[in-house]
């Protein structure tokens, strides 16, 4: 009887310790991500001089003297990536321009504090809402970015004067749009550390590079496009590929 005993108290006592053998591990703790509003400024220049609607003597790099009396482009849809690869995404529909400064700084709410390496955004509105209609926010008609008499939006505008060969003073438009026109943009950032006490970034745009960061514009051939005519075919990609090239980080806070 004894020895019986012994080993049902053997069985038991092996049963216990596979129990608790068995037993999972606790979960690991949920890593909480903390987030923070984003500033982010763009400051317009001509060869680093930021843009003044009153002056009148700025030269591109085909020679051409001009002025500016309008200018506006749409910064849309931007992405911050990360150390790790990793984007994250915002869905924002932001009008840059030199005769509003409170739009050329707008907020991105939500924004993971780490550290980023690269910022992208479209240069121009996404096929789907471009080709929706009249919207809102700075979509809307009253922006004077909405063609009237075409479909779509503009995504680049400038407006103002040049002289030409013989020293006459001419009216400059550009207006550039269509699928053809819209950029990609990527600015590389100097591994910002974003993290509730740093969240201002500072991007500078420079005019002249849109004429001549790939492809040089000369205002005495291209002085007046409309993105519409198959004329104005190459000139809309050569002023793609100028604008992607036209933006760069200028500083942190």
């Not at 992405?79 to 009008?95: H, Q």
């Not at 519409?228 to 002023?239: E, F, G, L, Q, V």
Request: glycine share 6%.
């Amino acid at each position: 009887m004894k020895k019986t005993y012994l080993r049902i108290l053997v069985v038991a006592i092996t049963v216990l310790l596979s129990c608790e053998k068995e037993t999972p591990p606790p979960f690991p703790p949920i890593a909480t991500v903390t987030t923070t509003n984003l500033s982010i400024t763009f400051n317009n220049t001509v060869n680093g001089k930021t843009i003044s609607s009153s002056d009148t003597n700025y030269r591109n790099a085909a020679g051409n003297l001009y002025s500016i009396n309008i200018l506006k482009y749409y910064v849309t849809n931007m992405v911050l990536v990360d150390e790790n690869n990793k984007e994250w995404f915002a869905k924002n529909y932001n009008l840059i321009n030199i005769d509003e400064p409170t739009q050329n700084t707008f907020i991105l709410s939500g924004v993971p504090n780490t550290k980023y390496t690269k910022m992208k955004f479209m240069l121009g509105v996404d096929s789907l809402r471009n080709l929706t209609g009249v919207q809102d926010g700075f979509l809307d008609p009253s922006y004077g970015m909405l063609w009237d008499w075409n479909t779509g939006y503009i995504f680049f505008k400038h407006e103002g004067n040049y002289k030409n060969t013989i020293n006459e003073l001419k009216p400059l438009r550009l207006h550039l749009g269509k699928d053809l026109g819209r950029g990609n943009v990527e600015v590389n950032l100097p591994m910002v550390n974003i993290n509730g006490s740093l969240s201002k970034l500072f991007i500078d745009f420079d005019l002249n590079k849109v004429y001549s960061a790939q492809n040089i514009i000369d205002f005495n051939i291209d002085n007046d496009r409309q993105s519409t005519s198959a004329a104005d075919t190459s000139w809309m990609s050569s002023m793609r590929r100028n604008l992607e090239k036209s933006f760069t980080f200028s500083k942190a806070e």
